[in-house]
């Protein structure tokens, strides 16, 4: 309004009447010259006065160097400038037309996965190439270097000039025993010491009468670790209380702590073994260190786990059967997934994390915690905000739904064959239907094989466990959802017989992070999943003080290639 009041004014003045515009003067006529501004001597307070004359003096002197063609006088005098401003401009076009295209796809991307009744939909990925194998350019670097030397002069001292004998109970499931049947190998061999074939102990939970020999080869067990151990069946004749052996306490060690040294057992137990000729270790869970043994120790360990320690032939042949099916389920040779799934209703109460369920769900599991685990549980009111701090730390296992939508990020297709390696799943069928339907050929040892073929094994629990172990030994790529040593001793062995073969190990933290984030899209998080993935699927990782060998033989275990 000020501009159009400022023109009516001039206007007034110009078209005044023509009998005063002939009777004033030309000195004091407001139009000429004298009294107009004075665009020289005061450019800037013309331009301020009149915007339009501004606007046009700018694109004078800045516009029009860079786009010549806009002024036809500058183009006709200036046509080499003409042709690179129409270059700019085409790039500049280009580059708006890229950036708004990626900001509307951004944007339309949907929130991760839509969930449609207790089914999950996720957009498709593309398959990347190194879906089912590591890059052979990072796997030839080591070579497995454990096993037994032939030829090599054996330096264990006849048996009369033995330091004693030792006993352990293996404890635990199938896996934690096997570990300890490794420890108790090295320690025999730190002490100078006799080992008696251990005994499984049965487990308050599996409650397995397991014997060492109803699932492992114990005649390779012995003659393959002969010139390292020496290695008896059975307690000596000569000893006839054999029930003080597994009672007493005059014959028991029982002060050896976690993760002990190699020094610890010859000052502490050795004098004990020598004094007393027969001694049972216990317990005897995680009771030997890592880097405070021999190296030469570490590599006995692995000479044992990798080497030495076989299941029976027939549990060998049965879980070949299993892997041939499932490298054959589409009519052809295919790869295959196996898919280690800890969401048993044990494991969901123990890890004292919160998860998806209804209302009488949580009950009846705050009732189960407080049963089973009464001291951690206490009132309960501390419970939420630990459960909240462990899943924001990457410390709850994986639900079936989470399996899938971190699956698919990967580019795994709806046509992966997976074998599921787990017990009874905590919630049932519904609990399982978002990972069945997004991958519909899913499927465990018990449909995999009949009634008949699975009978003979059923009488140790122990052996349906070495069954999974096998299977999974076999996968062409192996998953994990959750710690233990499960886990860890297959990804130590894959790692062992080659690291060609993908062991993945999911980022749970960075899992809670995007799906607990509102904003956070689909192409976005396949993005993360893929860049943060891509150094968790078994690739060789060098060693750290107290890790653990059992899921990295790297440097004891392992020689550069």
Not at 21 to 30: E, F, I, M, Y
Not at 164 to 189: D, M, P, S, T
Not at 211 to 218: A, G, N, P
Request: aromatic share 10%; proline share 7%.
């Amino acid at each position: 309004m000020a501009e159009l009041r400022h023109s009516s004014s001039i206007g007034n003045r110009v078209t005044a009447s023509p009998r005063k515009r002939d009777d004033v003067t030309a000195s004091s006529s407001p139009l000429v010259p004298d009294s107009a501004p004075n665009v020289d001597d005061d450019d800037d307070d013309y331009r301020g006065r009149y915007p339009r004359d501004r606007f046009r003096s700018f694109c004078s002197s800045h516009l029009q160097p860079l786009f010549p063609f806009f002024f036809p006088d500058e183009s006709r005098s200036h046509p080499h400038k003409f042709k690179i401003s129409l270059f700019l401009l085409v790039v500049l076009i280009l580059s708006l037309v890229v950036l708004i295209s990626s900001v509307v796809h951004r944007l339309s991307a949907p929130y991760l996965c839509k969930k449609d009744g207790i089914t999950l939909q996720c957009p498709p990925v593309k398959e990347p190439s190194s879906l089912w194998e590591n890059p052979y350019s990072s796997t030839t670097s080591w070579k497995p270097c454990a096993e037994r030397r032939e030829g090599l002069k054996s330096d264990i001292p006849p048996e009369n000039a033995t330091n004693g004998y030792i006993f352990i109970h293996a404890e635990g499931g199938l896996n934690q025993q096997r570990i300890a049947i490794c420890n108790a190998v090295a320690v025999a061999k730190i002490m100078n010491a006799t080992l008696i074939l251990p005994v499984l102990k049965q487990d308050q939970i599996w409650k397995d009468q397991t014997k060492l020999e109803d699932i492992f080869d114990v005649d390779h067990f012995i003659n393959y670790l002969k010139d390292d151990v020496r290695i008896v069946r059975d307690i000596p004749e000569w000893f006839t209380d054999k029930a003080e052996l597994f009672s007493s306490i005059r014959r028991t060690v029982k002060n050896i702590p976690k993760y002990a040294s190699a020094e610890f057992y010859i000052d502490n137990v050795l004098p004990r073994v020598k004094e007393k000729k027969i001694m049972s270790l216990k317990p005897f869970v995680d009771r030997l260190g890592y880097d405070n043994v021999p190296p030469e120790i570490n590599k006995l360990r692995c000479r044992v786990n990798y080497h030495a320690l076989k299941f029976l032939p027939e549990i060998e042949q049965m879980a070949d059967q299993l892997v041939s099916r499932m490298r054959n389920r589409t009519g052809s040779s295919n790869p295959f997934m196996a898919l280690h799934l800890r969401f048993e209703k044990g494991m969901v109460g123990l890890s004292f994390c919160d998860f998806v369920g209804t209302r009488s769900e949580k009950d009846l599991m705050a009732a189960y915690r407080k049963k089973e685990w009464p001291r951690r549980f206490k009132d309960g009111s501390h419970l939420w905000a630990l459960a909240l701090q462990k899943r924001k730390e990457g410390r709850c296992p994986l639900e079936p739904g989470e399996v899938a939508v971190l699956l698919r990020a990967m580019g795994y297709p709806k046509e992966t064959q997976i074998y599921v390696a787990s017990g009874q799943v905590y919630g049932g069928q519904n609990r399982m239907a978002p990972l069945r339907n997004m991958f519909p050929n899913l499927v465990t040892k018990e449909e995999l094989a009949t009634k008949p073929e699975l009978d003979g094994f059923r009488k140790h629990v122990t052996s349906l466990a070495a069954l999974d172990f096998l299977v999974c030994l076999k996968s062409d790529v192996f998953v994990m959802t959750h710690g233990g040593n499960f886990a860890k001793l297959i990804i130590g062995h894959r790692r062992y017989m080659g690291h060609r073969l993908k062991s993945i190990k999911p980022d749970k933290g960075l899992m809670s992070k995007s799906l607990g984030d509102p904003y956070m899209g689909w192409a976005s998080f396949v993005e993360d999943v893929v860049i943060t993935h891509q150094t968790r699927t078994g690739l060789p990782e060098e060693t750290f003080p107290n890790y653990d060998l059992w899921e990295n033989p790297l440097t004891n275990c392992m020689c550069k290639a």
